[in-house]
T-cell receptor, first 111, second 117 residues
Framework: SQKIEQNSEALNIQEGKTATLTCNYT??????LQWYRQDPGRGPVFLLL?????KEKRKERLKVTFDTTLKQSLFHITASQPADSATYLC??????????FGAGTRLAVHP | EPEVTQTPSHQVTQMGQEVILRCVPI?????FYWYRQILGQKVEFLVS????????KSEIFDDQFSVERPDGSNFTLKIRSTKLEDSAMYFC???????????????FGPGTRLLVL
């Protein structure tokens, strides 16, 4: 079955450093992967989408990579700030009508 | 910027009661979804809806659940007879296109926290 695996342990980093979060998937490569941010008690907020044929995508301080050989996507936040503290979710399409989410990785950026 | 809205933000109900969760998707979107997230667990798909009918549903979405688009703007999730295990955050989402297609990004609402006692 199609699964998304994210490191469930929280990631603690110092302000100003680069945070790197990992998303691994099983089975065939999806057409794309999406990254969302979720704050406690709130809905997921879309951040970035990267397609299978794109190696890398950037948006401001965010960068996402897609490695079909490793079956992995990496999500980077450069020059991290305490306001970046949240849970980051990776998702893949599960067929044509739904997203399959990972459990998310909680990021804590300390001043 | 357009956004998905949901009401109520919180709902407390007694086991066995019916609840209706309401959503207003982004106005030009064509595909609508409900997901739920039990506390501390993953966001999981319940149902997708297009052209006034269900296009896919998960095994969670049994006969106790139903969805409806009663007018041009609202999208509702009804749970007929709530159980304790229905307690969760329920998220509505909408997209321009299908998950497997080119307009696939799903935008989520803030959620309704449902507590069944």
């Amino acid at each position: 079955s199609q699964k998304i695996e994210q490191n469930s342990e929280a990631l603690n980093i110092q302000e100003g450093k680069t945070a790197t979060l990992t998303c691994n998937y099983t089975n065939y490569s999806p057409a794309y992967l999406q990254w969302y941010r979720q704050d406690p008690g709130r809905g997921p907020v879309f951040l970035l989408l990267i397609r299978e044929n794109e190696k890398e995508k950037r948006k401001e301080r965010l960068k996402v990579t897609f490695d079909t050989t490793l079956k992995q996507s990496l999500f980077h936040i450069t020059a991290s700030q305490p306001a970046d503290s949240a849970t980051y979710l990776c998702a893949r399409p599960g067929g044509y009508n739904k997203l399959i989410f990972g459990a998310g990785t909680r990021l804590a950026v300390h001043p | 910027e357009p956004e998905v809205t949901q009401t109520p933000s919180h709902q407390v109900t007694q086991m066995g009661q019916e609840v209706i969760l309401r959503c207003v998707p982004i106005s030009n979107h064509l595909y609508f979804y409900w997901y739920r997230q039990i506390l501390g667990q993953k966001v999981e798909f319940l149902v997708s809806f297009y052209n006034n009918e269900i296009s896919e549903k998960s095994e969670i979405f049994d006969d106790q659940f139903s969805v409806e688009r009663p007018d041009g703007s609202n999208f509702t999730l009804k749970i007929r007879s709530t159980k304790l295990e229905d307690s969760a955050m329920y998220f509505c989402a909408s997209s321009l296109g299908l998950a497997g297609g080119p307009l696939e990004t799903q935008y989520f609402g803030p959620g309704t926290r449902l507590l069944v006692l």
